[in-house]
């Protein structure tokens, strides 16, 4: 089962933003990705983030899954189906649609100190959409 590590960052809320997916393909194969995104808020470069990341599986035909995050809002939405703040709906029910596409997809919370590359990342993509 492929690892998928997602983060997303923003410099101010809102302010510059970044996506960052890490895939471990458990094979000794990693694949870094950075992409930078508009103004726009933490919560919502988590999002996009997952978005991308589910984007890149599927165009990739991942079929098993297992995403990380250290986005509790993220990790919560995923596994309840459900968001408080209804600005994330649109985003949350365009993943769970991509998430169909999978035959085994599971979303895992981890610590921010497990999650360090796919922020690194997302920082990264800040610094590309600063250029």
């Known amino acids: 089962m492929v690892h998928v590590y997602i983060d997303g960052a923003s410099a101010g ?10 895939i471990n393909y458990k094979n000794g194969e990693v694949e870094h990705h950075s992409l ?6 933490n919560h919502e470069a988590e999002y996009e983030a997952l978005l991308y990341a589910l984007h890149l599986c599927i165009q990739k035909e991942i079929k098993m899954a297992s995403f990380r995050t250290d986005s509790k809002l993220i990790d919560d939405a995923i596994e309840k189906r ?12 365009k ?22 590359a796919a922020d690194a990342l997302a920082r990264q993509a800040i610094q590309k959409s600063r250029k």
């Open 13 to 22: 809320d809102p302010g510059p933003s970044g996506a960052g997916v890490l």
């Open 36 to 41: 930078p995104l508009e103004d726009m808020s």
């Open 82 to 93: 459900y968001v408080k703040n209804k600005k994330f709906q649109a985003y949350l029910d």
């Open 95 to 116: 993943a769970l649609l991509q998430i169909e596409q999978f035959d085994l997809f599971f979303m895992k919370w981890v610590p921010s100190s497990q999650n360090k």
